[in-house]
């Protein structure tokens, strides 16, 4: 069983930048791909960057490609995502999630909220 609980979402200017982690719970987090999701108000949930459970080969949506870096430490059972020149159109509630089964995500965290500001 893996807990996910995210933090660091608030309020950021356009341009600006800011850092989301995410801890997990249960040591076999560190044998699962992970991921960080998005849903804006109107939209369907989308994948914003998955890593494997080593950390190799990060997997990013073209819109934060450059922008976005997806960084996992599994000695600390943590999940980061580094957002830089944040635009207006990645305000959404972001998510964890880990344990890819086929295409599918198991265990997902609660959501933290992303708003930015013009």
């Known amino acids: 069983q893996v807990q996910l609980v995210e933090s660091g979402g608030g309020l950021v200017q356009a341009g600006g930048s800011l850092r989301l982690s995410c801890a997990a719970s249960?040591?076999?987090?560190?044998?699962?791909?992970a991921a960080w999701f998005r849903r804006a108000p109107g939209k369907q949930r989308e994948l914003v960057a998955e890593i494997s459970w080593t950390g190799a080969a990060p997997v990013y949506a073209d819109s934060v490609k450059g922008r976005f870096t997806i960084v996992r430490d599994n000695a600390k059972r943590t999940l980061n995502l580094e957002m830089n020149d944040v635009r207006l159109d990645d305000e959404a509630v972001y998510y964890c999630?880990?344990?890819?089964?086929?295409?599918?995500?198991?265990?997902w965290g609660q959501g933290t909220q992303v708003t930015v500001a013009s």
């Open positions: 249960g040591r076999s987090f560190r044998s699962y791909s």
């Open positions: 999630a880990a344990q890819k089964i086929g295409a599918q995500y198991h265990y």
